[in-house]
Structure formats: C-alpha cells, structure tokens
C-alpha cells in the first residue's frame, strides 16, 4: 500500500509498504529509474520480510524536496522509521540507490542492521575512485541544469507511449527532479564517510558492468568497515536474472540464516 510521510512542512515522501507485515523490515532505495508501484521483483522475498520501499524526492509522488546532502536524506528517513515504530530493519540498494542507503545507516547507525548492495554506485566524494569514473565530473551547477542532463542522458530517447510506464513516468515526474539531484549530490560532500558505517555490507558488482566499471566498487568495498564483495565474472550493470539471483543467493539467504540462528527475534515461524 503506498502512503505518505510528511517531512520538513508540507512536503512528502512516497513509500509502498508491502510484503509480510510480520516479517522483518527491508528499506528498499531504488536506482535512477524505478516505480514504487513495481514490486515483482519482491513476490518471493515479501514472504518473509516487510519491504517498505521509498521514493525519494522528485520521484513519483514524494516532493522535488531540494537536499543539502546525502545525510540530510537519511536523516529524514530515520523519523519515518521512528514514526513506523521500527527497531531494527535491513536496507537494500541497488545502483544509485546504494548513496542514499547508505546515507540512511549512518543516520540510523543503530537500527540498521545489514546492507545489500547491487551493482552500486561508489564512493564519488573519494579522489580514488574519482580517478576511474568515466564521465565527466559536474559539481557546480544548478538543480535545474542537473535536470537538464537527467532528462538527455536517461530519458530523451524514449518514446511518449514509453514514457507511460510507471518506472519511467516515475523516474521523469517534477521534470527529472529525482535524477537531476541525485547527480548534484554524487560528488558533493555527502555528510559523512563509508568509514563511518557500522552495519554489514553484502556488495556485489559485475567485472562486466557496462555502467561503473568495477575497479571503483573494489575501492568502495576497501573503505567500508565490514563488507563481504562479491565480484562476478559474468553479467551486466542490471538485468531481471542478476537481480533476481542477488536477491534469493544474498539477501534471502541471508535472511534465512539469522531466522534459523535467532528465531525468538522474529514474529513470523521459522519454516
């Protein structure tokens, strides 16, 4: 069901809560484009966790909410988590939503529990990995100009019957707002270091990814305080079949072990 949190006045974020709401919480932060409304992907895993997956500003319904950085979004995240009465939960990202995940464990350092990484953006604030990013590095513009560049490089070529699909229709809403900010905040100071997080990262990138080449997510990964890299040999920067296999070989596997392990700490009976 997709509800709305009032944050800062009057504006809002968008979040779909869905998935066994007994089960164990999994914050979902989606890439550059993505529908809260799309939840096939999680049939199987909203068996056995609550999947609570976020919009984040500009995109679909929540506010085109101007951020100052990073941390200013997981700040805003941990009084939805407070207002939800979570304790404890998971986080999963994917691509540029692995910034913002992170961004919400560092302000919720103590209720967050693991962090599941797929194809992820990297750590852009780092000279290191700065130095292997492939594109041209913007810093100094305008939100508005940031808009421009989304709506060039990731929407122009579609078609307006295209365009109507919700993953897109979301990702475009408040003229790219979502995308224009995100590469705004990418290379600013994010408020924080990787150094800083306490939760598990399970991190997995392609040796193939045509998007971020994996050199950058192995410096990513060094940075962190506990994170198990996963570097395929095989595969592309998103595809259904890798995600899918991320999530059933990593997240659930994982899952599953700690309701084995700890099985008073969950609500749902341990099949």
């Known amino acids: 069901m997709i509800k ?50 976020i919009a984040r500003p500009g995109y679909g319904e929540s506010s085109p909410y101007v951020l100052q950085n990073l941390l200013e979004y997981g700040e805003i995240i941990a009084k939805l988590v407070k207002e939800l009465g979570i304790d404890k939960f998971d986080i999963l990202a994917s691509s540029a939503g692995a910034l913002y995940g992170y961004a919400i464990a560092k302000a919720c350092s103590e209720k967050t529990r693991n962090i599941y990484v797929y194809s992820g953006t990297p750590a ?6 700065q130095k292997n990013w492939p594109f041209p590095i913007a810093r100094e513009m305008s939100i508005e100009d940031f808009q421009k560049i989304a709506f060039e490089v990731f929407f122009s070529h579609f078609t307006e019957q295209e365009k109507e699909q919700d993953f897109i229709k979301d990702s475009m809403a408040n003229n790219c707002f979502g995308e224009g900010q995100n590469l705004r ?18 991190m997995q990138h392609s040796k193939k990814d045509e998007v ?9 990964a060094k940075l962190l305080c506990d994170c198990e890299f ?9 595809s259904t079949d890798g995600y899918e296999s991320f999530l059933q070989n990593t997240v659930m596997k994982t899952l599953y072990q700690d309701m084995y392990a700890n099985p008073e700490s969950y609500a749902i009976p341990v099949a």
């Open 124 to 129: 852009l604030y780092d000279s290191e990995v």
């Open 230 to 238: 996963e570097l395929l040999e095989d595969g592309s920067h998103f």
């Open 185 to 202: 905040l990418r290379f600013k100071d994010w408020g924080f270091t990787l150094s800083e997080i306490k939760a598990k990262v399970y």
């Open 212 to 220: 971020l080449p994996y050199i950058m997510a192995e410096r990513t």
């Open 4 to 53: 709305k949190f009032r944050f800062n006045g009057e504006n809002v974020l968008a979040y779909n809560d869905f998935g066994n709401s007994d089960g164990f919480p999994i914050l979902v932060q989606h890439g550059t484009m993505a529908s809260i409304k799309d939840t096939g992907f999680f049939d199987n895993l909203g068996k056995i966790a609550r999947i609570i997956f």
